[in-house]
């Protein structure tokens, strides 16, 4: 049984189709993403979910019960903001028992869930400071403790660290990680940063213009896009395109030609068939039986890595470089791109080949 359900989901403000025919499974314990770019309408699909908006279409299942018309506090879940507006004047254990204490939860059992979420979230030294004696950081995590101790079956974060610094992010990208393993709990979670997704899911939906354009592994996104939306928003320094033909299971690209041993269509090409060609940074490797010939323009120094820039006729490419071999690199290379890890696009369609 699923854990939530989502089918047919529709919703319009006004003339604008925000939610187009949604379908998404979620199964219990998975860590569910949904990414996409600002304004797609992952907010709306997760206020949905909550019902915290109205549909004009579809169903909401959660736990095996159809929600879709039921309240928002009597769908068994939990969220968290984004704006994670903590009650100033309150202590931290205040914050965290409040919405405990207005549902008449026993004194006992208000007492049990305080500490068991302070331990868990690690501010449980800080059960009697005000918000204002707190760090972002911990602030957040006292957020995210106010939804934890509803013991809710489902978690819904909405862009729950889009306030923090990037070394905070990281380590409560941690600690959401670490908690979820914990809990086992099923959590739904929206960013427009893909790495967050990468790194925290089990499962991400791609949204694009309030349609989900993939739902998979991030391994599977990340090796098998569906679409060229995906592949370009997904991955990071970003996949490299370029136009070619493909003509008896090789690819033409200028005076290249690139043999495809193995590749999996997911339909039958046509011989000549116009293609976008897309490979990973890391997936193109200096070799001097390389496919490419191509001028070197610049490096960009990662830290472990160096992103290496290439002109091969009117396209710029990179590949991800050991920093000793792309230091001093200048002039004409030859370059290889991995026949495995390629990825073939339809350009009308933009649907994966
Ligand atoms: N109450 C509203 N009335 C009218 N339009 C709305 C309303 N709420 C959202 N929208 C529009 O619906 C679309 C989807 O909004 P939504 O908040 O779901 O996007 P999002 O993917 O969460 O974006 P972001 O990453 O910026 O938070 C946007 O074009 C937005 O302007
Ligand atoms: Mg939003």
Redesign the pocket.
Known sequence: MSAVSVFGLSKS??H?R?LKDIHLPIETGDFTVLL??????????LNAIAGLEDTDAGIVEIDGADVTHREPSKRGIAMVFQSYALYPTMSVRKNLSFGLRVRSVPRQEVARRVHWAAKLLQIDELLDRKPSQLSGGQRQRVAIGRALVQQAKVFLFD?PLSNLDAKLRTEMRVELKRLHKDLGATIVY?T?DQIEAMTLATRIAV?RAGRIEQYATPDDLYEEPATLFVAAFVGSPAMNFMPGRLISSTVHIGSARLPLNGYRFRSSPMNGQEVVLGIRPEHVQLAPEGQLEAETLFMEPMGADTLGWFQFGEHRLSARLVPQVARGLSGTVRLSLLADHVSLFDPSTEARL
């Open positions: 403000f006004g604008l925000v996409g770019p600002s304004g797609c309408g992952k907010s709306t699909l862009e929206v427009h949204m």
